[in-house]
């Protein structure tokens, strides 16, 4: 009986010998580096802010970034199943997944709970898996909604990276999540999706396919509004335009990202794929009323960026424009913060959980009702 290999096993994801020579050149200054940026800590106010162990892992971050490409940065970071894998061994618990068609399923931290639910759309640019810690984040926000009296389960979409499959597949999956959801006893008042950097463009993506349905996609079957959305970091531009580009003066202050590495993550993600598709994967070049009526399909909406992340100010005119048509808009630029800063704390294990990731705990425990 013949198997389907794993796409981390189909030659075009493989690593050559070439890529690993170069991964360990890329690698190879780091001490070096992140003992500068140890020394220098002290004398900004992003190094004031973090622990050692944050500007450690920051700095490292910026050089597996800005020095690996599409295959060595997914070998990196492994695939999300792995990262779902290794948190739930650690917690001694069996794994719950869902398998839901067209290679995406779900992977419930801890049991299902449907009564009321948070939908976890990962970052990693569609081209690798995510970030480690995610589980536990995603844990530590169910742990405190159930000390408030509010169980919620907590459920991550495995879903396709590039280039194993394009646009709108990734839509699809997401849609096809909900769904199940729904199916399975969810309210959709109930369900609050979240998503950080590429995660929030799918949010994005599923608000856009529910007001401008994609061919090919199913469309959503909604007995009201999804209860939230929150995006920590949604990527909202990919490509520049000839009469828009991005531009920032957030290079150097303490992200990982650069626009030199977003540009090439997302020709990518862009490569063959229609024009009629842009609206939904750079969410701010969309035609201007494309979020019109944005609010009765969901009930409220976060965004959060960081003060010092390179998209700052793209997030920021993102947000604008989702305002313009959703009253229930909620926008917090995080002092000091890069790219899904929370998550990094998580990632090092840092007790002081920093200043904005209470301020989510409050907004999802709000959308919730007792």
Same mark, same amino acid.
């Given at each position: 009986?013949?198997?389907?290999?794993?796409?981390?096993?189909?030659?075009?994801?493989?690593?050559?010998?070439?890529?690993?020579?170069?991964?360990?050149?890329?690698?190879?200054?780091?001490?070096?580096?992140?003992?500068?940026?140890?020394?220098?800590?002290?004398?900004?106010?992003?190094?004031?802010?973090?622990?050692?162990?944050?500007?450690?892992?920051?700095?490292?971050?910026?050089?597996?970034?800005?020095?690996?490409?599409?295959?060595?940065?997914?070998?990196?970071?492994?695939?999300?199943?792995?990262?779902?894998?290794?948190?739930?061994?650690?917690?001694?618990?069996?794994?719950?997944?869902?398998?839901?068609?067209?290679?995406?399923?779900?992977?419930?931290?801890?049991?299902?709970?449907?009564?009321?639910?948070?939908?976890?759309?990962?970052?990693?640019?569609?081209?690798?898996?995510?970030?480690?810690?995610?589980?536990?984040?995603?844990?530590?926000?169910?742990?405190?909604?159930?000390?408030?009296? %509010?169980? /919620?389960?907590? &459920? #991550?979409?495995?879903?396709?990276?590039?280039?194993?499959?394009?646009?709108? $597949? =990734? *839509? %699809?999956? /997401?849609?096809? &999540? #909900?769904?199940?959801?729904?199916?399975?006893?969810?309210?959709?008042?109930? $369900? =609050? *999706?979240?998503?950080?950097?590429?995660?929030?463009?799918?949010?994005?993506?599923?608000?856009?396919?529910?007001?401008?349905?994609?061919?090919?996609?199913?469309?959503?079957?909604?007995?009201?509004?999804?209860?939230?959305?929150?995006?920590?970091?949604?990527?909202?531009?990919?490509?520049?335009?000839?009469?828009?580009?991005?531009?920032?003066?957030?290079?150097?202050?303490?992200?990982?990202?650069?626009?030199?590495?977003?540009?090439?993550?997302?020709?990518?993600?862009?490569?063959?794929?229609?024009?009629?598709?842009?609206?939904?994967?750079?969410?701010?070049?969309?035609?201007?009323?494309?979020?019109?009526?944005?609010?009765?399909?969901?009930?409220?909406?976060?965004?959060?960026?960081?003060?010092?992340?390179?998209?700052?100010?793209?997030?920021?005119?993102?947000?604008?424009?989702?305002?313009?048509?959703?009253?229930?808009?909620?926008?917090?630029?995080?002092?000091?913060?890069?790219?899904?800063?929370?998550?990094?704390?998580?990632?090092?294990?840092?007790?002081?959980?920093?200043?904005?990731?209470?301020?989510?705990?409050?907004?999802?425990?709000?959308?919730?009702?007792?």
């Amino acid at each position: 009986m013949s198997t389907v290999a794993s796409p981390e096993d189909l030659p075009r994801n493989k690593l050559t010998l070439l890529d690993k020579l170069q991964m360990f050149m890329t690698l190879l200054p780091a001490p070096l580096a992140i003992a500068w940026a140890l020394l220098k800590s002290p004398f900004t106010s992003y190094g004031r802010a973090r622990s050692w162990k944050r500007i450690v892992m920051d700095r490292a971050s910026l050089i597996v970034m800005t020095g690996m490409n599409r295959r060595q940065a997914r070998a990196f970071f492994g695939p999300t199943r792995k990262a779902y894998d290794d948190f739930v061994k650690s917690k001694k618990w069996e794994p719950v997944v869902e398998e839901l068609g067209d290679d995406a399923r779900l992977l419930w931290i801890g049991p299902k709970h449907t009564d009321r639910v948070l939908l976890y759309f990962h970052g990693g640019a569609l081209v690798f898996g995510t970030v480690a810690s995610s589980p536990a984040f995603w844990n530590y926000m169910q742990e405190n909604l159930k000390k408030r009296g %509010k169980p /919620t389960g907590a &459920a #991550i979409l495995n879903y396709s990276l590039v280039p194993d499959q394009m646009f709108p $597949i =990734q *839509l %699809k999956q /997401t849609v096809l &999540a #909900i769904q199940h959801l729904i199916d399975s006893g969810a309210k959709p008042q109930n $369900i =609050q *999706l979240v998503g950080d950097s590429v995660g929030g463009t799918m949010i994005h993506q599923v608000l856009s396919h529910i007001l401008h349905p994609v061919e090919g996609v199913p469309i959503l079957k909604l007995s009201g509004p999804l209860g939230g959305g929150y995006m920590m970091s949604p990527w909202t531009r990919m490509l520049d335009t000839p009469d828009n580009c991005l531009i920032t003066d957030r290079e150097g202050k303490g992200d990982f990202l650069t626009r030199r590495v977003g540009l090439y993550w997302a020709n990518k993600v862009i490569d063959g794929v229609p024009e009629s598709a842009y609206p939904y994967l750079n969410a701010n070049t969309a035609p201007t009323g494309w979020l019109d009526g944005v609010d009765k399909h969901i009930k409220r909406i976060l965004i959060t960026a960081g003060e010092m992340e390179v998209l700052r100010d793209e997030i920021l005119k993102y947000s604008k424009a989702v305002a313009k048509y959703h009253p229930e808009t909620t926008t917090i630029v995080h002092e000091n913060g890069i790219h899904i800063d929370p998550l990094f704390d998580f990632l090092v294990g840092d007790d002081a959980r920093g200043t904005l990731t209470p301020k989510i705990l409050e907004w999802l425990d709000e959308g919730f009702s007792v």
